[in-house]
């Protein structure tokens, strides 16, 4: 499974509804008001997010910002986690193993 999902997917389940609300008027600007209304969980947001190519796992800076916002430093933890992983080196097809990551 696609490691960004993953991450989207647990910060989503880590969102109240308060919470969810709050992102939701920060992103008024960027997505579209029935958009928005039609919108009932953090993974519904993020996959707007990602249909308006203003979130993906290259670009993960919009993510942060409204993590910051909420002041959810467990939350923007995870997303320092995947963004290291990311960036720690190729992916496994390339290492020359079937995703085991064992170094040969």
């Known amino acids: 499974m696609d490691p960004f999902l993953v991450l ?3 910060v989503s389940a880590g969102l109240s509804s308060g919470e969810l609300t709050e992102l939701k008027f920060l992103c008024q600007g960027r997505v579209g008001k029935r958009k928005l209304e039609r919108v009932q969980s953090g993974l519904d947001l993020f ?4 249909e308006q190519n203003e979130l ?3 670009h993960t800076a919009l993510l942060r910002e409204l993590l910051a916002s909420l002041r959810r430093h467990d939350l923007l933890r995870r997303l320092d986690d995947y963004e290291a992983g ?3 080196g190729a992916a496994p097809e390339e290492q020359g ?5 064992v170094a040969d």
Do not use: K, Y
């Open 8 to 10: 989207l997917h647990s």
């Open 47 to 50: 996959s707007v997010l990602l």
């Open 56 to 58: 993906d796992p290259e």
């Open 86 to 88: 990311a960036a720690g």
């Open 97 to 101: 193993g079937r995703g085991t990551g």
